[in-house]
Nanobody, 119 residues
Framework: QVQLVESGGGLVQPGGSLRLSCAAS????????MNWYRQAPGKQRELVAA???????NYADSVKGRFTISRDNAKNTVYLQMNSLKPEDTAVYYC????WGPGHEFDYWGQGTQVTASS
């Protein structure tokens, strides 16, 4: 079993910054992918940013140049630094961790954290 704990969401004015964290714990041998998704009201969940265990990153076009994903492999933690936030970034943000435990592959989701960019 793997547990994910997200933190860092909140209310910020447009142009402001927030940093999300997602820490994984439990029966983990290795993590090969750490992702951040978001879902706004009435919209489908979308991939925001992804990072592999080798450090390769991928971003949605809408956040390129503003968001930065990073990971601390020693702590099994992934971060999302969000700068220059816009009202359209308002959504519930979910972390997603994929890897290997004892004898099985896993794919877990965090509980979600609300990010609101509004004046």
């Amino acid at each position: 079993q793997v547990q994910l704990v997200e933190s860092g969401g909140g209310l910020v004015q447009p142009g402001g910054s927030l940093r999300l964290s997602c820490a994984a714990s439990g029966s983990i041998f290795s993590i090969y992918a750490m992702n951040w998704y978001r879902q706004a009201p009435g919209k489908q969940r979308e991939l925001v940013a992804a990072i592999t265990n080798g450090g390769s990153t991928n971003y949605a076009d809408s956040v390129k140049g503003r968001f930065t994903i990073s990971r601390d492999n020693a702590k099994n933690t992934v971060y999302l630094q969000m700068n220059s936030l816009k009202p359209e970034d308002t959504a519930v943000y979910y972390c997603n961790i994929r890897g290997w435990g004892p004898g099985h592959e896993f794919d877990y989701w965090g509980q979600g954290t609300q990010v609101t960019a509004s004046s």
